[in-house]
């Protein structure tokens, strides 16, 4: 079983261990006003000497973007459009404390300065004059956020700080780039072909189908020497539907399949049978029935199992410095965004000790299934690299950007954030790695009949199915699966109490691996197999039933 991973995470060749001496073109209009502003900001940016800035990075990431959406069978919206966009991260004070993990308020958030509209032509003079005006609003905002960041440590009388930016060699890595195009006029069709099919279900009350895909690439460039370009791409088609249960509760099912090349893009074929997929589930489960209360076995597969481990772990490990804001009339919190809850638990085991969990920015495929979070160069110029996190149950590890921890003072190459964001330790690619044990990793067959073994030892009717869920911690359907095996549909359920221990109770896996679409900013994959867990809670959800529409579905209503 371990080998099949191994194997999945030596796609790519570890493109790491050298530094690439290429320069970037000559000609390459972008770098060069990125470049001429960078040196004249360092040295002359002194605001009624209240300091130069320390470091000083820009992003510019540009290409073409094509998107398309479709209900019924009808296509409702498409966009296709060039993309060019600037981001700047400057930082004032010091490499130990910075303008950086602080948010002057709630509402202001805590954003890059961004433009999202700079020029599409190379003109040298008008992309100057962006990454100019943009640069002056960094400035400013940094000297205000600093100014406040070092009233709010001192008023709270904090001792225990870490550095806001680690040391980091300069490094260089020049990729060309070009933006792909996808056929539109076809996809516009299979978008609205794929909506059609739900036309065959009149349980669906609603539904959309989605293609975004963006293509082309980044440049980037600070203050301590590091540059590069490199290719970027994201592309999504994502199914959604919803109708009512008998008592009016809202159900919900969706399916997203990522990719990044054109040409990895899901088949039509692939896309029809999933529609008809879940239009089939949403019409099992709109005559379902809620259950009162469960405590006992419960076995997630596939997409479920995916959202467990990123709920629970991914969410956990990532982000590991917490980001402050000051208090306010809405709101008693100080901290704008908490570190990784697990960040803490750091040598303990927090998985059943016959898993480990790797995450491989090289990976660009799994068992021919496309990887969306592939990536050379992280958002800080730091070059990306594999992280073990868990080694046999025990955390080993976590996402590091360029900002220092209690346990560790250097990134791990994880630093990222899409364009309105600042870095911050993230995922790309996470395998869940089960050890080479016959008693805890068997086929997906076998593992429901553990899971019913489980029913019987514990005397139970019957077992909880997870096929598909928005989260741990809000209502989901899910399937009572009986002792003979016979499955029945059941809604407005909940999680009680499910916790970080749920991670270490999973008692067995499938030996059969799913690859599944993480919900963030960055593109990135679970590779999991299907879990059992063995024992959850679950009673029935206080969120009320809605009330269904008086008419039926106009589309329905004459058939």
Avoid at 426 to 434: A, H, L, T
């Amino acid at each position: 079983m371990k080998k099949i991973f191994i194997t999945a995470l030596t796609v790519v060749s570890a493109f790491c261990a050298a530094r690439l001496n290429a320069a970037p073109p000559a000609d390459d209009k972008v770098f060069s006003a990125m470049r001429d502003e960078l040196s004249r900001s360092m040295k002359k940016l002194d605001m009624d000497g209240l300091g130069k800035p320390y470091f000083l990075s820009y992003q510019v990431g540009d290409g073409h973007s094509f998107s398309v959406t479709a209900g019924f069978g009808a296509v409702e919206s498409v966009n296709s459009s060039a993309y060019r966009r600037l981001k700047v991260d400057l930082r004032a004070g010091t490499p130990k404390l910075d303008n950086s993990n602080y948010a002057p308020n709630m509402w202001e958030g805590y954003r890059a300065e961004t433009d999202w509209n700079i020029s599409l032509t190379d003109d040298y003079d008008a992309l100057r004059f962006a990454v100019w005006a943009a640069t002056d609003k960094a400035y400013k905002k940094a000297l205000e956020t600093l100014s406040k960041k070092k009233a709010f440590v001192e008023s709270k009388n904090m001792e225990e700080l870490y550095d806001d930016m680690t040391p980091q060699a300069p490094y260089e890595l020049f990729r060309p780039f070009a933006a792909e195009r996808l056929d539109e006029a076809l996809w516009r069709e299979n978008i609205r072909k794929v909506s059609a099919v739900f036309l065959k279900y009149p349980e669906v009350k609603s539904s959309s189908v989605r293609l975004s895909f963006a293509s082309g690439g980044v440049r980037y460039l600070n203050s301590e020497g590091s540059a590069y370009s490199q290719p970027s791409c994201a592309g999504t088609v994502s199914l959604a539907v919803s109708g009512y249960a008998q008592d009016g509760f809202r159900l919900k099912a969706s399916h997203a399949d990522n990719f990044c090349l054109a040409k990895d893009a899901p088949s039509l074929e692939k896309l029809l049978a999933r529609a008809d997929e879940l239009g089939r589930d949403l019409a099992r489960m709109s005559k379902s029935e809620p259950i009162k209360a469960y405590i006992g076995p419960v076995l997630f597969e596939d997409d479920a199992a995916g959202k467990f481990f990123e709920t629970l772990l991914v969410n956990n490990v990532s982000n590991p410095r917490e980001v402050w804001t000051e208090k306010s009339r809405w709101s008693s919190e100080t901290v704008y965004r908490r570190a990784g809850e697990l960040v803490e638990r750091l040598g303990m085991r927090v998985t059943s000790p016959f898993l480990s969990v790797v995450d491989d920015p090289a990976a660009r495929y799994h068992e021919g299934v496309p990887l969306s979070g592939f990536y050379e160069v992280d958002d800080e110029g730091v070059p990306a690299r594999k992280v073990k996190l868990v080694s046999r149950g025990k955390l080993t590890e976590y996402y590091m950007s360029r900002a220092a921890t209690r346990d560790f003072a250097a990134s791990n190459g994880h630093g990222r954030g899409d364009f309105s964001e600042y870095a911050a330790g993230s995922p790309s690619n996470v395998f869940i790695i089960p050890e080479d044990n016959p008693a805890k990793v068997v086929p997906k067959p076998e593992l429901k009949k553990k899971f019913l073994n489980l029913c019987r030892e514990q005397e139970l009717e019957y077992c909880i199915l997870v096929k598909g869920f928005d989260g741990l911690y809000g209502p989901f359907s899910a399937w009572k699966v009986y002792l003979d095996g016979r499955e029945e549909p059941v809604h407005g359920i909940e999680f009680t109490g499910a916790g970080l221990r749920s991670l270490r109770d999973i008692a067995a896996v499938s030996k059969e691996t799913y690859v599944y679409n993480l919900a963030w900013s960055t593109p990135g994959t679970i590779v999991t197999p299907s879990i059992l867990v063995q024992e959850m809670e679950i009673k029935k959800t206080e969120e009320k039933p809605e009330k269904k529409p008086y008419l039926p579905h106009p589309y329905f209503a004459g058939r």
